[in-house]
C-alpha cells in the first residue's frame, strides 16, 4: 500500500469518529451550537469545519505544487491552532454540563492523532519536486487518482456542506436550556 493510500484509510478512521464526535455529541446530545455557554466552542468548531474541505483539496490533490501546497500546510497548521484554542475553551463550555466524559476525550486524543498520521502521510508521498517554490502553479490538465476522485472530492463536497451547516448553526439563538434540551 503506498503512502497515499495509507494517509486515505487514516483520513477515512478520522472522519467515522469526527462524526460521531460531532454530530452525536455535540449536535445532537449536548447541542453545544444552541447552548450560550458553548457559543465560543462551536465557532472554533465552524472555523475548523471551514478550513477542513480547503486543507484535504490542497493537501491531497496532486495538481497543486509549490505555493499552493505551502497554502494547504498552512491551513492544517490553522485548523491546529484553532483545536488548541478549542481545548482551553471546553472547560468552560462544558462547565455546566459536567465536564468531557472519557469517551469524548478518548475521541479528541484519537482524532488529534489520526489527523497527525494522515497529514504526514500525505506530505511525506508528495515528490520533491512539488515542494519547489518556483515550481508553483496548479496543473489543470492533471488526471487525479482514482482515490482522489472518488475519495477525496466527495470527502471535500460533505466537509463544504458540514460548513456550511455549522454556520447554519451559528447563528441559532436560544437562551432557554430547558427548550434546547427538548429540541
Do not use: Q
Amino acid at each position: 500500500m503506498d503512502l497515499k493510500t495509507l494517509s486515505c484509510l487514516f483520513l477515512l478512521i478520522y472522519l467515522v469518529i469526527a462524526v460521531i464526535d460531532g454530530f452525536y455529541f455535540h449536535i445532537y446530545k449536548y447541542k453545544l451550537y444552541a447552548r450560550e455557554d458553548s457559543k465560543k466552542e462551536h465557532f472554533l468548531h465552524t472555523l475548523n469545519a471551514i478550513l477542513f474541505p480547503w486543507s484535504i483539496f490542497f493537501v491531497f490533490c496532486d495538481k497543486f505544487k509549490g505555493l499552493f501546497l505551502y497554502f494547504g500546510i498552512f491551513l492544517l497548521i490553522l485548523s491546529l491552532i484553532i483545536e488548541f484554542f478549542d481545548l482551553y475553551e471546553e472547560l468552560k463550555s462544558r462547565k455546566s454540563l459536567g465536564g468531557l466524559t472519557s469517551n469524548e476525550y478518548a475521541m479528541h486524543f484519537s482524532l488529534s492523532a489520526l489527523r497527525a498520521t494522515y497529514s504526514t502521510l500525505i506530505l511525506v508521498s508528495r515528490p520533491t519536486s512539488d515542494w519547489i517554490i518556483s515550481n508553483s502553479h496548479i496543473n489543470y490538465n492533471y488526471n487525479e487518482s482514482l482515490l482522489v476522485t472518488y475519495f477525496i472530492y466527495p470527502v471535500i463536497t460533505v466537509g463544504i456542506f458540514t460548513a456550511i451547516f455549522h454556520v447554519i448553526l451559528f447563528f441559532i439563538k436560544t437562551d432557554n436550556v430547558k427548550e434546547i434540551e427538548n429540541l
